[in-house]
Structures are given as structure tokens and as C-alpha cells.
């Protein structure tokens, strides 16, 4: 597996508290596309294209906090 970037990282943290994209791009003051952007990496990095086995593997592999930044 690729390592994720920081910002990959972070939308890997907000798909997992169940925000949406247009939710995530508002959290990270980025426009939605990049945000599709970005979980399209994230699919690529961990072979998967499922929003529920990225939070899943970031959960296992204790990448994700538990309580998002504001």
C-alpha cells in the first residue's frame, strides 16, 4: 500500500465519523471535485472502492482518531 498524503489522511479521518464528500469539502475548505479527488486515491492506494472498508482498514491499522479536529 501507498502511504497516504496528510490530506488523504484527513478525509480517510471525516469518511469514517459517516460525513459526506460535500460535508468533507466544507470541513476541509476544498471544492468537491477535489474531494473526489482525493478518495480516489485513497480507493487506489487500498484496492478498494468502498467507503465503509476505508474506515474499516483505518480503524485496524489505528490511523483514524476517534474524535475528528474542529
Known amino acids: 500500500m501507498d502511504k497516504l498524503t496528510k490530506r488523504e489522511a484527513e478525509v480517510m479521518n471525516l ?17 468537491n471535485h477535489t474531494t473526489k479527488a482525493h478518495l480516489s486515491s485513497i480507493y487506489r492506494k487500498l484496492g478498494t472502492n468502498n467507503r465503509v472498508l476505508i474506515a474499516k482498514h483505518g480503524f485496524e491499522q489505528d490511523f483514524i482518531r476517534k474524535e475528528p479536529e474542529e
Open 15 to 31: 469518511v469514517s465519523i459517516g460525513l459526506n464528500n460535500q460535508e468533507i469539502s466544507q470541513r476541509l475548505c476544498i471544492s
